[in-house]
């Protein structure tokens, strides 16, 4: 349990923004298997205020689509506050989260996303704007550094937060120019953590429950962010969370594993609103990430990568073996 600004969430082990797979059937799966809070996908806000398509898709959501944060890229104080309305009216949010972790370069280059580590000005317009406005908290996602790690600057931009409004930081434990390969540097996490007086959260590397205990020991954060970790795992939250009350974890057999990955199938054909040859781009990406960690599978997987339908890559999936 974890408090953010005025809400109290039951789970301090959350579903990261993931942009591109994030989405709603992604999140439904990982409910049933045990995450107890997620993220909408990062969205800009000028894509959701001028209604692009994209944009209104990514906050489809369900009555079992809760609780839910969202996040938003920007820069532009105004802008992001009609952007954040706009989310509010469509779906109800327990916080919003300012992105300023995105290392894309396409994002950096508006001067938005992790560039704002280097902008602390800028950033405190931007958190100001929101807290004083919105009636759900802020909270905002930063990097240990921009090209280099520097412990004085994030220190000092995790403080600039702190004193803007922020209620709770999301930190990636690396830098801008990392992106999102290399070590994690958890002395950093930990010194934001010991530098502010709101939550914490680490991210980055949380791949199995060992690393997310490593990441709560080794940086005292009052919380964790799952991303890739939990890319054809839906059960990662849960392990974490039974692994961290000292409870045995059960391994997933392959069985388990295609139940899991047809079930995330059929969401994904329900609900993903894209043209039908984009579809199949999608599943096939979703079958190799249930698929990536079986050294028998690699023959599926190169099939995978050959299939033109659903019924062609559930046939595939039928034929695997179950153990």
């Known amino acids: 349990m974890v408090k953010i600004g005025s809400?109290?969430?039951?789970?301090?082990?959350?579903?990261?923004?993931?942009?591109?797979?994030?989405?709603?059937?992604?999140?439904?799966?990982?409910r049933e298997y045990g995450a107890k809070f997620c993220f909408f996908e990062m969205i800009d806000a000028n894509s959701l205020i001028y209604n692009r398509i994209r944009s209104l898709r990514i906050i489809k959501t369900t009555e079992e689509d809760t609780p839910i944060a969202g996040q938003l890229l920007g820069r532009d104080p105004q802008m992001l506050l009609e952007a954040a309305f706009k989310l509010m009216d469509s779906v109800n949010i327990s916080f919003l989260d300012i992105n300023?972790?995105?290392?894309?370069?396409?994002?950096?280059?508006?001067?938005?996303?992790?560039?704002?580590?280097?902008?602390?000005?800028?950033?405190?317009?931007?958190i100001k704007k929101l807290a004083c406005?919105?009636?759900?908290?802020?909270?905002?996602?930063?990097?240990?550094?921009?090209?280099?790690k520097n412990g004085?600057?994030?220190?000092?931009v995790a403080k600039v937060c702190e004193d803007s409004g922020a209620s709770a930081l999301f930190v990636h434990g690396r830098t801008k120019r990392q992106m999102y390969s290399g070590d994690v540097d958890y002395s950093l996490i930990k010194a934001v953590k010991d530098a502010v007086n709101i939550p914490v959260f680490g991210s980055g590397?949380?791949?199995?429950?060992?690393?997310?205990?490593?990441?709560?020991?080794?940086?005292?954060?009052?919380?964790?962010?799952v991303a890739r970790g939990a890319l054809g795992r839906p059960w990662m939250a849960r392990d974490i969370i039974d692994y961290m009350e000292g409870k045995n974890i059960t391994p997933i057999n392959m069985a388990e594993r295609k139940a899991a990955l047809k079930k995330h199938l059929?969401?994904?054909?329900?609900?993903?609103?894209v043209k039908d040859s984009v579809k199949v781009g999608f599943m096939r990406k979703i079958a190799l990430w249930y698929l990536r960690d079986f050294a028998e599978c690699a023959r599926a997987?190169?099939?995978?990568?050959?299939?033109?339908?659903?019924?062609e890559l559930l046939s595939l999936i039928n034929g695997l073996p179950d153990d």
Do not use: W
């Open 152 to 156: 004085k600057q994030i220190m000092d």
């Open 7 to 30: 809400k109290t969430i039951n789970t301090n082990v959350f579903l990261a923004p993931l942009a591109g797979c994030s989405d709603l059937a992604f999140r439904l799966i990982c």
């Open 100 to 126: 300023c972790a995105c290392p894309v370069r396409k994002v950096v280059k508006k001067k938005y996303g992790a560039y704002l580590i280097n902008d602390p000005e800028a950033l405190s317009k931007l």
């Open 133 to 148: 406005n919105l009636p759900v908290p802020v909270t905002v996602k930063i990097r240990i550094g921009y090209l280099d």
């Open 301 to 311: 997987r190169g099939a995978i990568c050959r299939i033109n339908s659903y019924d």
């Open 205 to 225: 590397n949380v791949l199995t429950p060992h690393l997310a205990k490593k990441m709560f020991d080794e940086t005292g954060c009052d919380g964790i962010i």
């Open 266 to 273: 059929l969401y994904f054909r329900k609900y993903k609103e």
